[in-house]
């Protein structure tokens, strides 16, 4: 038998090995247009796998769009900059003009600016060497905001492509649907209907006879915080409805636990109240410094939970960011967690996060 490639990925497809990328089972040999399991799920389910493909392999199919003309519309979670960024999307996707959407902002607490929000995902896509057109808030879930960005997706694509690129669970799939639904009424388009995959390994969408919208896959950051817990503890730390913040007086030398997936040291400082955003069901636990390694050490999965004992195996042990703060209404940012505001400066502060985990402030978006 010769060589037969996947029709999405163009992956060399083998039976053998399901951990391996190419991997179809035997029977799906009979079908005329072959495709791996992974890009079959992904078609047909929206679910990506993790495991076959390395970061790699992904990065190297939006690479491809470089070579072509179109609109690149990159998708963030505004609860996980850090973790929903791809980093060198400039160099991927060449000199395409790119749109940045901050997704569920249908979680922001009200007292958040949504003016704030943009300057800091512009800035921080700056940062990371990405000049973007425009920054948009949408709430794909919510349908929220998505009539405005497909008034400018219209207008920068000038007749063009559009790729939608985004990390794994930023929400793109959602949004692919809910714009689907805008524009044509159709429910839950890429989930049930067959869109044919490219050579290029996308889902292609016209838009009208001439130019298509293209669903890319999802990459895959490693250090995401979704990637180091179990699908329980992730419906739990992910936001389902708007976070209200927990207020905490802190004195020096006292800390905070978020369940046991992260903790804050108030190292030095006058007394000051630590704001804390997230997900409603989390659990934040106050004690003091002296105690808090004991505390961790004894209490792990229970007192301190999540972690569940799923989670337990594969999270990597906390890692402390000594930070000085400085400036007055900044922001603690948990990547994929959350964040803490601390109104006055002039505080130190060490946040613990499984090792990978991004921590970083930036100017409070109140
Ligand atoms: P994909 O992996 O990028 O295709 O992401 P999905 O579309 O599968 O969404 C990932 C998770 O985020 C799911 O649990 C969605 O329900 C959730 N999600 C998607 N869009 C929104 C949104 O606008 N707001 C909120 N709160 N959750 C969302």
Not at 50 to 67: A, H, W, Y
Not at 287 to 300: F, I, M, Q, S
Not at 306 to 325: A, E, S, V, W
């Amino acid at each position: 038998m010769g060589e037969i490639q996947c029709q999405g990925c163009g992956a060399v497809i083998q039976t053998t090995n399901p951990e391996e990328a190419g991997y179809a089972p035997a029977s799906a040999l009979e079908r005329e247009d072959i495709i791996c399991k992974r890009c079959f799920r992904l078609k047909h389910y929206n679910e990506v796998q993790d495991v076959p493909f390395q970061d790699d392999d992904f990065l190297e199919m939006l690479n491809q769009i470089s070579d072509t003309k179109g609109l690149v519309v990159q998708l963030v979670d505004i609860f996980d900059f850090n973790g929903s960024f791809i980093s060198g999307l400039k160099r991927l996707t060449g000199n395409n003009p790119v749109i940045l959407v901050g997704n569920k902002m249908d979680v922001l607490p009200k007292s958040v600016n949504h003016g704030k929000v943009k300057h800091w995902l512009k800035r921080s896509a700056k940062e990371n060497g990405l000049e973007v057109e425009d920054v948009y808030l949408i709430s794909a879930e919510k349908n929220q905001g998505i009539q405005q960005l497909s008034q400018a997706i219209e207008q920068y694509r000038e007749g063009g492509d559009v790729y939608v690129v985004g990390t794994t669970n930023v929400g793109k799939s959602t949004f692919i649907n809910t714009l689907i639904s805008n524009t044509s009424g159709v429910k839950d388009a890429i989930t049930t209907s067959y869109f044919p995959g490219t050579t290029l390994g996308f889902i292609d969408i016209p838009l009208d006879e001439t130019s298509s919208l293209y669903d890319t896959p999802g990459v895959i950051q490693r250090h995401q915080m979704a990637h180091y817990v179990s699908d329980k503890d992730l419906k739990l730390i992910t936001p389902r409805k708007e976070v209200k913040p927990k207020v905490y007086q802190l004195n020096e030398e006292q800390t905070l636990f978020v369940g046991g997936l992260a903790r804050l040291d108030f190292e030095t400082g006058e007394r000051s109240s630590f704001v804390c955003h997230f997900s409603n069901e989390l659990n934040i636990h106050r004690t003091k410094l002296e105690k808090a390694d004991e505390l961790y050490e004894n209490h792990l999965g229970e007192l301190l939970s999540p972690p569940d004992p799923d989670t337990m195996t594969k999270l990597p042990p906390l890692k402390g960011h000594t930070l000085k703060i400085k400036e007055d209404k900044t922001d603690i940012v948990f990547s994929g967690l959350g964040w803490v505001t601390v109104p006055e400066g002039g505080i130190t502060v060490t946040a613990h996060v499984p090792e990978g985990v991004k921590v970083s402030l930036r100017e409070s978006l109140i």
